[in-house]
């Protein structure tokens, strides 16, 4: 995978409301609900981040990049991006040759490769991997998938050895992720884990709900809540089967449930059709 990007972006230290979000996947009509959502929570889109993958398994890549530009939010390089801007062939998943993930990954990333346009490659390019900022004292790093690889998949079964290794090459107390499509929040003391799953696909968890990431900073406490989201995924679901190009992912906006999971560790795989309970997590403010 191409690591060609540009340094990561420093913004000022945060004190009000933020929301982290992945993976669009070319689902627009998700983008547009969360968009309704934000505006209703007030929050402007200098305080939205979008952890990359704006196009994959959906049916409106260019719509969907297309509709986060012009909303003005931030978004870091997802593995889907820096594999478009680096012309390479494959998604960059590393997905087991032969696996359902790789002959569907083979069939979108080629329409996606098609129809995309050199406008939106150019853009990509500028695209950071990374994005730092202080919120209530803590070192915040918005990251794809992890730190030390963007197509590393993370999970909350992962070891906390390998989140804190993580941490640690980030130089960060907290790493606001993506990329696996599984929300989660893990901690040990001050060091935070916080997945914010993924918008354009539901979490394998038989529902049609999309997940997002609110971080609050209040008085005393710094408060990381997974948060769900209904929207028109009937429309999403009809996109994908009038194109044609993998209806398997249709049925898994209408039912919940991914054509394949062969890379999912053990425990996530059992929990597959099993719905996922929205968490909290609150911590100390260090300042
Ligand atoms: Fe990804």
Known sequence: MSTKSPPDSLLPDIVEPIVVFGGPYGNLQALQELKRICHELNIPPRRIFCTGDLAAYCAQPLESIAFVRSWGIHVIAGNVELQLAADQADCGCNFNEGSVCDALS?????????????????????LPQHIRFVVAGYRCVIIHGAYTGTAKFIYHSTPWQEKQFELDAADADVILTGHCGIPFLHSQGNHIWANAGVI?????????????????????????????????????????????VVPEYAEALRYGIWPGNDMLPKLEKAQQGRPLIPEKLSVERLK
């Open 106 to 126: 083979n069939k979108w990333y080629g329409f996606i490769r098609q129809e995309i346009t050199q406008d939106q490659i150019q853009w990509f390019h500028t």
């Open 200 to 244: 354009g696909m539901p979490p394998n968890d038989g529902t049609t709900l999309a997940w997002y990431l609110l971080l609050t900073p209040q008085d005393n406490e710094l408060l990381f809540e997974t948060r769900a989201f209904a929207y028109d995924h009937n429309t999403a679901a009809q996109r994908i089967e009038s194109c044609n």
